[in-house]
């Protein structure tokens, strides 16, 4: 079946450093991948997507490319902010008429000043 | 604006208690989702629905019930079966147009003893 593997965290940073959280899946199809985020206590926002091959979603400097030869979805981001920290959930769109997406265990972002 | 209303925020019951969490949606969207997340976890589908009137169990269904009388709403009950129902619970609905977005709720953190 469907799966997405997220590196684990936490990962702690200092302001303006340079982020990226790995992010792999497997899956049949052609999925649409995502990333979402969640600030403590809140429920998940979507960040950023990506529908097809070599497709880039970004949104509030993060960026993520979808690799199909590689499988891979990794989120990055230039120099992040101390209001970065949350937790990042890499996800991949439901197929075969599921609709239940798949997704990773999530990665704590902590960024201290 | 278009969004998923979960209430409420915060809900105490004793145990032995049942309880209702709420959710309700305006987007329009078919398909709706319950998850649970317990402290530095990931997501866990309890119950889904893709159409009034019809829902499926998720991974840990046991020990909940939900229903699906309106599009618009989701309502999931936490039984008294439930060993360990303290946790926080996502409510969330889904585009059933590719990309296959899913929307979240705010969630409802649950503690019961």
Known sequence: ????TQMEGPVTLSEEAFLTINCTY???GYPSLFW???????????LLKATKADDKGSNKGFEATYRKETTSFHLEKGS?????????????????????????????LIVHP | DGGITQSPKYLFRKEGQNVTLSCE???NHDAMYWYRQDPGQGLRL????????DFQKGDIAEGYSVSREKKESFPLTVTS??????AFYLCASLNRDPPYEQYFGPGTRLTVT
């Open chain 1, 26 to 28: 497997t899956a049949t």
């Open chain 1, 36 to 46: 979402y985020v969640q600030y403590p206590g809140e429920g998940l926002q979507l």
């Open chain 1, 80 to 108: 992040v902010q101390v209001s970065d920290s949350a937790v990042y959930f890499c996800a991949l769109s439901a197929s075969g008429g599921s609709y239940i997406p798949t997704f990773g265990r999530g990665t704590s």
């Open chain 2, 25 to 27: 949606q305006n987007l």
């Open chain 2, 46 to 53: 309890i119950y889904y629905s893709q159409i009034v009137n």
């Open chain 2, 81 to 86: 079966a439930q060993k360990n129902p303290t």
């Open chain 1, 1 to 4: 079946g469907d799966s997405v």
